[in-house]
């Protein structure tokens, strides 16, 4: 019966972004790390993004931030599978200096047809770096849009952003984040990671007290792997899918970083901090109306680098102080929903 599902949709992609066929709808929900999308014009709040400008130590000018967003906008162009031809409907980012980055960016032409909208807050970290939200708003509806500070940490870090809206019917939440590094060491820090996941579940809580059918989506840079802590026992996200409960989290990508696929390396280690967790009444729904398709990693070829010890590594702008005028530090990541829509009589 699935294997019919997905090949209706595919067959019926051609319609448009959300794919339609014998009551079907298909979105696409991704999440990308920019990897510093600094524009160049310096900040005078403590100096958090010198590096980044042009008598920076990256000498960061206009020339390096055009390529910047041209690379980045060519990267998202490329997120379109053949059941979303149009690209996702959602798509999470972190690292991002301030809104205007994320408008230069929208524009840009790889992507400007796409008409995304953009949900932005300036968070106090100390990186001078925030989360934000790009969305379809043809099939994404927002309703509201909440900032979550981290206050468990004896440092400045990123906001949660939890954005409530409309998608193929169904209302959602959708919680992005950045948790804090693992500077210091993973165990170390990874108390941090866990007040983090606190606060997401906190963020969830709320949202299922005031509407119980909610979907929930927890994404982002969690800088921590799918059987680390703060995800598999904070979060409790499951590696199965079977028998996680409406207010419960699957994991999609757990097994994935099992067969060996990452979303950046690290001392000749993968690691895959860019994740996509789902509430259970989005998977486990007892009329079967949603289904989750393969969780996809978009580790595209030219997305890799191809010299010496990097090789096969995701290109990033820097790497060891040289400009390589590449993506980012990490691999996009995506998930794609499918949703059984009744008829109307």
Known sequence: MFKKLILAVIVAATCGLTAVAQGMQAAGIAFYNLENLFDTIPNNDLGRDLEYTPGGKNQWDSRKYANKL????????????????????????????????????????????????????????????????????????VENVTNHRLTAVPFATRDQMCVVGSLLGQRIGII?????????????????????????????DSLW?????????????????????????????KKDAKGVGEHQFYNPFWKMLDDGIGTLAYKSS??????????????????????????????????????????????RTFASGAYLNGYSDHFPTEVILIRRVEKKK
Not at 81 to 100: A, F, H, L, Q, Y
Not at 270 to 275: T, V, Y
Request: proline share 7%.
């Open 70 to 141: 041209h690379n980045l906008a060519y990267a998202i162009s490329q997120l379109p599978t053949k059941m979303t031809p149009r690209g996702p409907v959602i798509i999470g980012v972190s690292e991002v200096e301030n809104r205007t980055v994320l408008e230069d960016l929208v524009k840009q032409p790889e992507i400007a047809a796409w008409n995304l909208q953009i949900c932005h807050h300036d968070s106090p970290d100390r990186r001078g770096i925030d989360v934000g939200l790009l969305y379809n708003p043809k099939y994404f509806k």
């Open 176 to 204: 992005v984040n950045h948790w804090p590094s693992r500077l210091g060491g993973q165990e170390q820090s990874s108390p941090n990671r866990e007040a983090a996941a606190e606060l997401c579940l906190e963020i969830a």
């Open 209 to 237: 007290k005031t509407d119980p059918a909610m979907g929930v989506i927890i994404m982002g840079d969690l800088n921590d792997d799918p059987m680390d802590k703060s995800c598999a026992k904070i979060l409790g996200a």
């Open 270 to 315: 993968w690691n895959l901090f860019d994740q996509i967790i789902l509430s259970g009444n989005l998977v486990n729904t007892t009329d079967n109306r949603w289904h989750i398709q393969r969780p996809i990693v978009h580790n595209h070829d030219f997305l890799r680098d191809t010299e010496g010890t990097r090789q096969g590594y995701p290109l």
